[in-house]
């Protein structure tokens, strides 16, 4: 996350700054595409191996 270009730099600056907002959007971002990146892989995992189900019953 802190090697993106400015995405780690921006959040340290906002905690520093107390500017609670920036840091607060830097977070949800940040959690949203760790959200995106695990549904991604459950779904390949899933297509790649097919005894897995996603339609429990």
């Known amino acids: ?4 270009p ?3 730099t921006l959040l340290i600056d906002s905690i ?3 500017d609670y907002m920036v840091a607060q959007g830097c977070i949800l971002l940040i959690a949203f595409i760790y959200v ?12 790649i191996n097919p005894q897995i189900n ?4």
């Open 1 to 4: 996350i802190f090697s993106w």
């Open 6 to 8: 400015g995405v780690g």
């Open 16 to 18: 520093n700054r107390r």
């Open 36 to 47: 995106l990146a695990t549904f991604l892989a459950d779904v390949v995992s899933a297509y």
């Open 54 to 57: 996603l339609n429990k019953k």
